[in-house]
């Protein structure tokens, strides 16, 4: 070990395991390290830059022995961006690591008996995968190593570096989005610069082009939306024109005004520039038959990965074991997708979801795919999923969960254990808040079969689906 005034290097350590947040983890003298960028088995040496009293925080400064798991990045931007952690990171080892963090939540917080855990399902496709994905613009440009500011330097339109609000890494070709959506983000950047429309400045509020979203669908449909910071026609219409001119693909071009000192738009209005203003994609049904079809607006949430949102809902329906004459309830429904996935198999569906544009969605998609068993409810769960809601709306022989991150509301998980659905499928994004609903359901539920999903290679984020029955009154 080297220390300086202002610095400690540990020389000569090997990356134990992965961890949380898509670090790597380096033990040493009884402490933890966590390190972003290296991969298990790299003999690395780690400069720390924070010290905590059980944990430290520490960046690889050589590789002095690679892992056998290591690969080459494809994306010229890693090691900078946030957005892929694990890019260098053999992707067998991805997903034995993912499996394994489903495993250790699973037992370790819930206290869960993980015996039916089954193989993680990965992704067909590890680059090229998503199929939406939200740029920034910004007047400050995260600098290299050694570059020094130039005060005519006009930013760049790429992705906030972590854990620095206000700079941008300008983005050349980002791997995860097919093209033509760096074709369409560069030619946005070299057209606002040749005509000197001016990229926003968050500190100052100053500044017009903010935000660029880019989404598309496997038939082929393209919606971009400009989010700009004032309503200046000058600016605004010639952007527009080029890109309907100049990428005939989009079938949907839409524009912003945010004028507000965030960047969240979901409670803004939407203008259709050209083509329609929604883009529609197409899911496979379950057992086979004419595809779903799913309407999705601006703000609709949608499965950024479809190709395997497909088979995450097969999962679904696979632990439902729908013989055609349940009441489902689908929690958390979102805009309906798991909601009419499961449609054609049961009697009836009920969606709860809190968010009010996504029942109109959902209620619009159930109409589209000719669905006539399927009510949506909006509002809080808490709130909604009451004894009354539920003698109103008949008692759920199926329930499926698919809550946010934070997992269920305890009053939800409650009326869950009074309601005494003869079986739950839950999905989750976040295995561990998983593992403690799934502790307090375990006081009714047997815990089946455990099916992990990988949406998002190269990130340490994994899907979960659990299997749950009410367990049989011992005589």
């Given at each position: 070990m080297r220390k300086t005034k202002q610095e400690t290097i540990i020389t000569d350590v090997e990356v134990s395991d992965a961890g949380a947040e898509g670090k790597a983890i380096v033990r040493h003298d009884g402490m933890v390290i966590f390190v972003p960028f290296v991969v298990p088995g790299d003999v690395i040496d780690v400069k720390i830059f924070k010290k905590k009293k059980n944990y430290a925080e520490g960046r690889a400064v050589a590789i002095k022995k690679p892992s056998p798991l290591r690969v080459d990045a494809q994306c010229t931007h890693f090691g900078i961006c946030g957005g892929c952690k694990w890019q260098t990171f053999d992707y067998a080892g991805q997903l034995r690591c993912k499996e394994q963090q489903v495993r250790d939540n699973l037992e370790r917080l819930g206290h869960i008996d993980t015996s039916g855990l089954r193989t993680i399902c990965g992704s067909d496709n590890i680059f090229y995968y998503r199929n939406k994905l939200e740029f920034t613009f910004s007047t400050k440009r995260w600098l290299n190593d050694g570059e020094v500011r130039d005060e005519a330097d006009p930013g760049a339109v790429g992705f906030h570096v972590p854990q620095v609000f206000d700079k941008v890494l300008p983005i050349e070709h980002c791997a995860l989005q097919r093209d033509p959506s760096n074709q369409i983000r560069n030619a946005v950047r070299d057209?606002?610069?040749?005509?000197?429309?001016?990229?926003?400045?968050?500190?100052?509020?100053?500044?017009?082009?903010?935000?660029?979203?880019?989404?598309?669908?496997s038939t082929g449909e393209w919606m971009v939306i400009v989010i700009v910071a004032e309503r200046n026609d000058g600016m605004l219409m010639p952007i527009m024109e080029f890109l309907k001119e100049t990428f005939p693909c989009i079938t949907s071009l839409l524009y912003i005004i945010n004028d507000k000192f965030n960047d969240s738009y979901t409670d803004l209005e939407v203008t259709t520039y050209s083509g329609q203003g929604y883009i529609t994609e197409q899911m496979p049904r379950y057992g086979g038959g004419t595809p779903l079809q799913f309407r999705i607006n601006p703000k609709s949430f949608y499965q950024t990965n479809s190709e395997q949102a497909f088979k995450l809902y097969s999962f679904v329906a696979e632990f439902a074991q729908l013989r055609g004459d349940e009441n489902v309830y689908d929690l958390y429904t979102g805009t309906g997708t798991i909601a009419q996935f499961l449609a054609g198999m049961c009697r009836r569906v009920i969606g709860i979801?809190?968010?009010?544009?996504?029942?109109?969605?959902?209620?619009?998609?159930?109409?589209?795919?000719?669905?006539?068993?399927?009510?949506?409810?909006?509002?809080?769960?808490?709130?909604?999923?009451?004894?009354?809601?539920?003698?109103?709306?008949?008692?759920?022989?199926?329930?499926?969960?698919?809550?946010?991150?934070?997992?269920?509301?305890?009053?939800?998980?409650?009326?869950?254990?009074?309601?005494?659905a003869p079986r739950i499928v839950y999905v989750s994004c976040n295995p561990a808040t998983q593992a403690r609903d799934l502790q307090m359901l375990a006081a009714k539920y047997d815990i089946g079969r455990i099916q992990p999903v990988d949406m998002f290679p190269h990130t340490q984020h994994v899907e979960n689906v659990a299997e749950l029955t009410l367990k049989k009154e011992k005589k």
């Open positions: 057209f606002a610069l040749q005509h000197s429309i001016p990229f926003y400045d968050i500190r100052n509020h100053t500044g017009f082009l903010r935000n660029l979203v880019i989404r598309n669908t979801e809190y968010v009010e544009e996504a029942i109109v969605d959902a209620r619009l998609n159930a109409k589209l795919n000719g669905f006539d068993n399927c009510t949506f409810y909006a509002g809080d769960m808490a709130k909604v999923l009451t004894p009354d809601f539920i003698a109103a709306n008949g008692r759920p022989e199926v329930v499926i969960t698919d809550p946010p991150r934070a997992g269920m509301h305890e009053k939800v998980v409650e009326q869950l254990l009074a309601v005494e």
